[in-house]
């Protein structure tokens, strides 16, 4: 079975500055694909960014990127220009993509502040 | 565009009472999933609809839970009777799911907000 781990209950960081959230996970499978989850207090789970593992090339979307490193099965969020609305709990999630395997499995959080 | 949309966002139950959540995912997305989420954890799925089948229940405490999807469209949980461990939050997610049953990523899975269950 897939495990998904999140080693930092929470993070802080100032406005404007650039915070990094970790991930590990555990597979023995080759195809997959791994996200990042926003959860702000509304509870609404937004997706933020995803990587398919057969792309060698992380993945970015605006301030928002990845350093997957496939072989060590790490999937860290960096965040650039951190900004107030981006206060939240972050998910990291784990999908299969062989077969009919579509369940995600979610990390255990990290809850990031953003201070002013 | 609407999104998932789930209701009650709050229920406060006493214990062994029932209790029923109500999910009505995006138009046109044939896969609905609930996920339980316990305080300070990720979301676990509990089962996933395609379309009115459901393909995944191994998580779903049976003699406790059930779902229904029926028509294929909107879905209810149930719980019958309540235990004071089954205080959490129940997300409802849907997708859109190729013949097949492979899930592109770009077909993402999309989150309603929850309903927020306490049993006393």
């Known amino acids: 079975a897939q495990t998904v781990t999140q080693s930092q209950p929470e993070m802080s960081v100032q406005e404007a500055e650039t915070v990094t959230l970790s991930c590990t996970y555990d597979t023995s499978e080759s195809d997959y694909y791994l996200f990042w989850y926003k959860q702000p207090p509304s509870r609404q789970m937004i997706l933020v960014i995803r990587q398919e593992a057969y792309k060698q090339q992380n993945a970015t979307e605006n301030r928002f990127s990845v350093n997957f490193q496939k072989a060590a099965k790490s999937f860290s969020l960096k965040i650039s220009d951190s900004q107030l609305g981006d206060a939240a709990m972050y998910f990291c999630a784990y999908r299969s993509a062989t077969g009919t395997a579509s369940k995600l499995t979610f990390g255990t959080g990290t809850r990031l502040q953003v201070t002013l | 565009e609407a999104g998932v949309v789930q209701s009650p966002r709050y229920k406060i139950i006493e214990k062994k009472q029932p209790v029923a959540f109500w999910c009505n995912p995006i138009s046109g997305h044939n896969t609905l999933y609930w996920y339980l989420q316990n305080l300070g954890q990720g979301p676990e799925l509990l089962i996933r609809y395609e379309n009115e089948e459901a393909v995944d229940d191994s998580q779903l405490p049976k003699d406790r839970f059930s779902a229904e999807r029926l028509k294929g469209v909107d879905s209810t949980l149930k719980i019958q009777p309540a235990e004071l461990g089954d205080s959490a939050v129940y997300l409802c997610?849907?997708?859109?799911?190729?013949?097949?049953?492979?899930?592109?990523?770009?077909?993402?899975?999309?989150f309603g907000p929850g309903t927020r269950l306490t049993v006393l």
């Open positions: 997610a849907s997708s859109l799911v190729s013949s097949g049953g492979v899930e592109a990523s770009y077909n993402e899975q999309f």
